[in-house]
């Protein structure tokens, strides 16, 4: 049966008019989840299918380039005129309702004529039919977690948003595929309210970890996606791809 990654998106902080940022769609059999819910992915995410056939979104954390576009697919599923059969259990950090949903959203209808909304703890774990989803916290400025999934023997691991950390290697141990990303050209660009990764860590993570295949994504426009994956597969030393919009991976 298909286990496959769909990128929706891997750009930040903005989207460019090619770009949308990040956003994944992963389907295990029948079974089909939005991952980060960034600007512009619930644009792609239609190019791949109809909205109202999702079983679920998971979002890793709050910051916009990974969840604004839940007001959109809110706008286009509570007025878009989409036959929507039962609301789409989101699973999201902390927060996300009185982010998105709260008394000062504005919206006309009930968040949850559309969503069923659950948060994500440390020792999340949930499954979907086959599809076994379960999580970490990892490195950044707020609530944040990478995501781990299993389908019939193979697994896909999302590093969300993170510096390195060694919570992320263990939940991507033997992974088939290992989604990280490589936003910063180097780690003096870190700060205690910016957190991210150079590929150089991706790579160190994927290799930690005995990942099979290291897929770079989520790197600033002025490193550049081809830049960060050359410079990851020579540290890694295994297969290693780019995050492309709308390019889909088996896993
Ligand atoms: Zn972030």
Avoid at 33 to 55: I, K, S, Y
Avoid at 69 to 79: N, P, S
Avoid at 104 to 112: I, K, R, V, Y
Wanted: charged letters at 20%; proline letters at 6%; a negative charge.
């Amino acid at each position: 049966m298909t286990f496959s990654l769909t990128v929706l998106g891997a750009a930040t902080p903005y989207p460019a008019p090619d770009a949308a940022c990040s956003g994944y769609l992963l389907r295990a059999g029948a079974t089909k989840v939005w991952v980060d819910a960034g600007f512009g992915t619930f644009q792609n995410l239609q190019r791949h299918l109809e909205p109202t056939e999702l079983d679920a979104i998971w979002i890793s954390h709050l910051h916009l380039d990974h969840s604004h576009d839940l007001q959109t697919a809110f706008y286009g599923l509570a007025y878009g005129g989409f036959a929507l059969k039962a609301p789409i259990p989101v699973y999201g950090p902390p927060g996300w309702v009185a982010k998105y949903f709260g008394e000062h959203a504005g919206h006309f209808s009930d968040m949850t004529d559309v969503f069923e909304p659950h948060e994500i703890a440390e020792d999340w774990s949930h499954r979907i039919g086959d599809l076994r989803l379960s999580v970490c916290r990892v490195r950044h400025s707020q609530p944040a977690y990478g995501l781990r999934a299993e389908y019939e023997g193979r697994v896909l691991v999302y590093s969300g948003d993170t510096a390195p950390c060694e919570e992320l290697v263990r939940l991507a141990a033997g992974a088939d595929l290992f989604v990280c990303e490589a936003d910063f050209d180097s780690p003096e660009q870190r700060t205690h309210l910016i957190l991210h990764s150079t590929p150089e860590e991706a790579a160190g993570m994927a290799q930690a970890a005995g990942v099979k295949k290291l897929m770079v994504t989520h790197v600033a426009y002025s490193l550049g996606a081809d830049v960060a994956t050359a410079r990851a597969a020579a540290a890694f030393g295994g297969p290693t791809v780019t995050a492309r919009d709308n390019e889909t991976h088996e896993i």
